[in-house]
């Protein structure tokens, strides 16, 4: 079953950084600088919204092998 909260579909940090070729933890410091709003599960667990996740990753410019500056 899907991470969802209300409508919107939830990403865990894994997710989130495979998406964007990165370690997990880059993703979670992401989160705690204000870079990505995270939601916390009741287990104190961060999830990312995909939609914001998807909107950011069409802001990165695409070049090949280049890592993702956000």
Do not use: C
């Amino acid at each position: 079953m899907p991470n969802t909260h209300g409508d919107r579909r939830l990403l865990t940090p894994a997710e989130v950084a495979a998406l964007f070729g990165v370690d997990p933890k880059t993703v979670t410091r992401w989160a705690r600088t204000g870079k990505l709003s995270a939601i916390r599960t009741l287990g104190g667990h961060r999830r990312y919204p995909a939609d914001q996740v998807e909107a950011l990753l069409a802001r990165l410019p695409r070049q090949r092998g280049a890592t993702p500056q956000v």
